[in-house]
């Protein structure tokens, strides 16, 4: 059965659609980011899952059954500014939390598991920012959850306190467990998940491993002196941009071309077997950030071609 499955989910908030018939079917013990720029959707889709939205359209199942309600026992959740009661210890706030769920962890042990034992006895008020996360991760740890839904869990964080934190995180959940995250980055989401959704003004354009949305963003610039025609190198398969750069002189019959193409065999195979010559060739990898910030901001809205559906 699926933990999780939307059908033609829609929210809207007046006249913003923040969500757009959405369809996720999520397994058990699969890992997934969902990604997306600022107002995309992500914490909607979120509150959507813990029945703390009912969304206008569509249907959500959750373990089989309309969200919220007896299922809270089931599934652990860390909300992006999530408010905390600043005058309470950590271990009992963490307690407290436990209680709620009809089995749970003892706090010394979900408190050594987030890295915060040193701090059980302080107040949650003089906790910086990181080690808020970090309660944040132990209240939806605590009671051994099926299903983890964790907004922007690393948002404040620097690199190593992420690394940090997807170390613990990983190591506390349990084979089975569920993990759904939101993240802005993509490099984030491909150390940690097996799978990815890209969200887009309330759209989901991609559904994919990491490695699948990697090829699909992933470009590259080969960089060739070659005597082979400019249109004609655009006109192959997988060649998205071709340019001259503008100072580069003729040289032995041989001109310079920067290619853009999704790989570079989709520049250099069909340039032999035509029998162009080469010289000169260098290959550089584009920026994921970059080649993602592309993907998002360029494609269009609904119906896109773009759309990837499938994790593979
Ligand atoms: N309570 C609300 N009232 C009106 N509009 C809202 C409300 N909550 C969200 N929105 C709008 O819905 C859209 C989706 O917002 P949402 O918070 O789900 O995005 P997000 O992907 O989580 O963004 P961020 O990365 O900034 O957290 C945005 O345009 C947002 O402005």
Same mark, same amino acid.
């Given at each position: 059965? /699926? ?12 006249? +913003?659609?923040?969500? %757009? ?7 058990? #013990? ?16 979120? *509150? +959507? ?10 249907? +959500?199942? =959750? ?25 309470? !210890? ?30 059980? @006895? ?5 906790? !910086? ?8 991760? /132990? $209240?939806?740890?605590?009671?051994? &959850?099926?299903?983890?839904?964790? *907004?922007?869990?690393?948002?404040? $964080? @620097?690199? @190593? ?10 190591? !506390? ?11 802005? %980055?993509?490099?984030? /989401? %491909? ?15 991609? *559904?994919?491993? &990491? ?9 590259? $610039?080969?960089?060739?002196?070659? *005597?082979? &025609? ?9 060649? @998205? ?9 003729? =040289? ?8 853009? /193409? ?12 035509? #029998?162009?010559? $080469?010289?000169?060739?260098?290959? %550089? ?28």
């Amino acid at each position: 059965m /699926a933990v999780l499955e939307l059908e033609q989910v829609g929210v809207r908030y007046g006249e +913003v659609v923040a969500l %757009d018939q959405v369809e996720i079917v999520i397994g058990r #013990g699969e890992v997934v980011a969902v990604l997306g720029a600022n107002g995309a959707g992500k914490s909607t889709l979120f *509150d +959507v899952l813990l029945g703390l939205l009912r969304p206008g359209d569509g249907t +959500v199942r =959750v373990f089989g059954r309309a969200p919220g309600g007896a299922l809270r026992s089931r599934v652990g959740a860390m909300l992006q500014n999530a408010g905390l009661p600043g005058q309470v !210890s950590v271990a009992e706030l963490v307690r407290l939390v436990g209680r709620s769920y009809p089995s749970s962890l003892s706090v010394d042990e979900v408190l050594d598991r987030v890295g915060l034992s040193r701090k059980r @006895d302080r107040t949650v008020e003089v906790l !910086s920012g990181g080690e808020r996360q970090r309660l944040l991760l /132990a $209240m939806a740890l605590v009671g051994e &959850p099926e299903l983890l839904v964790l *907004d922007e869990p690393t948002a404040a $964080m @620097d690199v @190593d306190a992420r690394r940090g934190f997807w170390e613990r995180t990983r190591a !506390s959940v349990g084979e089975g467990v569920t993990l759904v995250f939101a993240t802005h %980055d993509l490099a984030e /989401a %491909d150390a940690v998940a097996d799978r990815v959704l890209v969200l887009q003004r309330g759209r989901l354009i991609a *559904d994919a491993s &990491p490695a699948v949305l990697k090829r699909q963003v992933s470009r590259v $610039m080969v960089t060739v002196s070659t *005597d082979a &025609p400019h249109e004609v190198v655009a006109a192959w398969d997988g060649v @998205d941009r071709v340019e001259e750069p503008l100072d580069a002189a003729v =040289v032995d019959g041989l001109w310079k071309l920067h290619v853009w /193409a999704n790989a570079a065999e989709n520049v250099v195979v069909p340039m032999a077997q035509a #029998g162009f010559r $080469m010289r000169g060739l260098s290959v %550089d990898e584009a920026d994921l950030e970059e080649a993602f910030a592309e993907l998002t901001a360029t494609t269009a809205g609904p119906g896109s071609p773009a759309a990837t559906q499938g994790a593979a």
